[in-house]
């Protein structure tokens, strides 16, 4: 069972920050969450992951609560391409205890739809 | 350009007929897998490989066969397809089993078993 919630859809403006929250409420201390997108029938991207400080890189931000069990990815300037499905991702099992990606679940996601 | 390769793109068979989908890998990556995708469904686990002559079922292996005779392919074989196989199929790799940060998926098959 996926170990996270996510909205099932969301509209941005372009140009807008898009703010995608995800609920991992029963995450546990050492595991990291990982987030993922996938455009329309491509194949899934890597965009990024975090444990408990905030993380940032070229395709976006990630901001973890202090308590963890929930976590908002930013999409600074969203444009028409980023539209796709989100996937907001939490091992089935963590990765110090075996866990891997034969474990990671790609539920159903936030489909993310920017207009113009 | 590091990526992952699928071929066909797209199929269209028949029942019964065998059938390979070929991944391959230009990364040296160990871990291998297979994923089906339907709608309203998500991504499902097929197969997985950690290395070389190492594989395992994921969620859904039933009806699927693959091998790992060298590290940078892994194809996914149907012996008998059936409707029910009908799915858009993703390869993906990455360095090792917790690489998920790397983890690279191909660009996908759409197969269709009429």
């Known amino acids: 069972d996926a170990k996270t919630t996510q909205p099932t859809s969301m509209d941005c403006a372009e140009g807008r920050a898009a703010n995608l929250p995800c609920n991992h409420s029963t995450i546990s201390g050492n595991e990291y969450v990982y987030w993922y997108r996938q455009i329309h029938s491509q194949g899934p991207q890597y965009i990024i992951h975090g444990l408990k400080n905030n993380e940032t890189n070229e395709m976006a931000s990630l901001i973890i609560t202090e308590d963890r069990k929930s976590s908002t990815l930013i999409l600074p300037h969203a444009t028409l391409r980023d539209t796709a499905v989100y996937y907001c991702?939490?091992?089935?099992?963590?990765?110090?205890?075996?866990?891997?990606?034969?474990?990671?679940?790609f539920g159903k996601g936030t489909h993310l739809i920017i207009q113009p | 350009e590091a990526q992952v390769t699928q071929n066909p793109r797209y199929l269209i068979t028949v029942t019964g007929k065998k059938l390979t989908v070929t991944c391959s890998q230009n990364m040296n990556h160990e871990y291998m897998s297979w994923y089906r995708q339907d709608p309203g469904l998500g991504l499902r686990q097929i197969y997985y490989s950690m290395n070389v002559e190492v594989t395992d079922k994921g969620d859904v292996p039933e009806g699927y066969k693959v091998s790992r005779k060298e590290k940078r392919n892994f194809p996914l074989i149907l012996e008998s397809p059936s409707p029910n196989q009908t799915s858009l199929y993703f390869c993906?790799?990455?360095?090792?089993?917790?690489?998920?940060?790397?983890?690279?998926f191909g660009s996908g098959t759409r197969l269709t078993v009429v």
């Open positions: 991702i939490v091992p089935l099992r963590p990765l110090y205890s075996g866990g891997g990606a034969d474990g990671l679940t």
């Open positions: 993906a790799s990455s360095l090792s089993r917790t690489g998920l940060k790397n983890y690279t």
